[in-house]
């Protein structure tokens, strides 16, 4: 999933003021190879004041224009019950490439143009053609955001996310357009906790009101734990193999997914439309860099 399919890190970066100008502070920045401390400090001191930078985690600056990444996604097939219609499996590809830009002094917006694929293989419903999923589906959104910034203090959120999500098998209906949307507050206590406290709307088959809640500890300049709901990862800066900073994370959530089908039709009747609704608890670690 994008679910957000854009990172939860961005909430926690934070962007430099430099009188009353906003400044980018990753512009024509090199550093050598290898590198022993924090890699965006440059060698020198923390692009704030010194009193609010704080480690690899701690509240850094804003990263403006584009970032781009894809996600590929196996889920191994298992067995269907209720009915018993055979295996079900699913492959998916997540698209998302963020632009990120200041909108004035304490402000900056971001758009995320998200594309994601599932491949679906079974089940097989040959005794009740009626539950045969299709093999393909689709889902193209655009993430809008607005992040109030400063380098303590309580900081907001507010984003919107529509999309389509369908399999084109149908005409594209109130089924197949989607609207999330969340409301978060962050407030940092000290340099190694921040409380966040929020709401998240999630329209999909089911219409889903999820808290935003929990807080993010960084007991040092290494180490991040987000104990969040409904997503919560365990990070730890690795350092930078072969000049490349690299953090490794464990990870945890719960994760909802819709899209407008086409179904096969019953005998004597035309093929009907209606709305899928996949739901999972997922953990899975890995590397970003």
Not at 203 to 232: H, M, T
Request: charged share 20%.
């Amino acid at each position: 999933d994008v679910e957000r399919s854009r990172g939860l890190g961005d909430v926690y970066k934070r962007q430099a003021i430099s009188g009353g100008t906003v400044v980018q502070p990753y512009g024509n920045q090199g550093y050598p190879t290898p590198i022993t401390q924090d890699p965006w400090l440059g060698g020198t001191g923390a692009p704030m004041a010194p009193s609010y930078g704080y480690g690899v985690f701690g509240p850094q600056p804003q990263r403006y224009g584009w970032q781009t990444r894809m996600d590929m996604t196996w889920i191994p097939g298992a067995n269907t019950n209720s009915p018993d219609i055979g295996d079900f499996e699913v492959f998916g590809v997540d698209l998302v490439s963020e632009y990120t830009a200041p909108t004035g002094p304490g402000w900056v917006w971001s758009m995320s143009p998200q594309f994601n694929y599932r491949s679906l293989s079974g089940p097989s419903a040959t005794a009740d053609p009626t539950r045969d999923l299709p093999g393909s589906l689709y889902r193209f959104g655009l993430d809008i955001s607005t992040q109030t910034t400063s380098p303590n203090g309580c900081t907001f959120e507010l984003g919107f996310t529509p999309a389509i999500a369908t399999d084109f098998d149908q005409s594209l209906d109130s089924d197949s357009f989607q609207l999330d949307a969340r409301a978060v507050a962050y407030w940092r206590h000290s340099q190694q906790l921040m409380w966040v406290l929020g709401v998240t709307y999630w329209d999909r088959k089911d219409d889903i009101v999820l808290p935003y809640v929990g807080a993010v500890w960084n007991p040092d300049d290494r180490w991040e734990f987000r104990f969040l709901f409904p997503e919560s990862r365990a990070s730890v800066f690795l350092g930078t193999p072969n000049g490349v900073p690299t953090w490794m994370y464990l990870e945890g959530k719960y994760h909802v997914e819709s899209y407008q089908v086409g179904l096969e039709p019953i005998p004597m009747t035309t093929a009907s439309d209606a709305k899928v609704q996949f739901s999972d608890i997922r953990i899975l670690g890995g590397f970003r860099w």
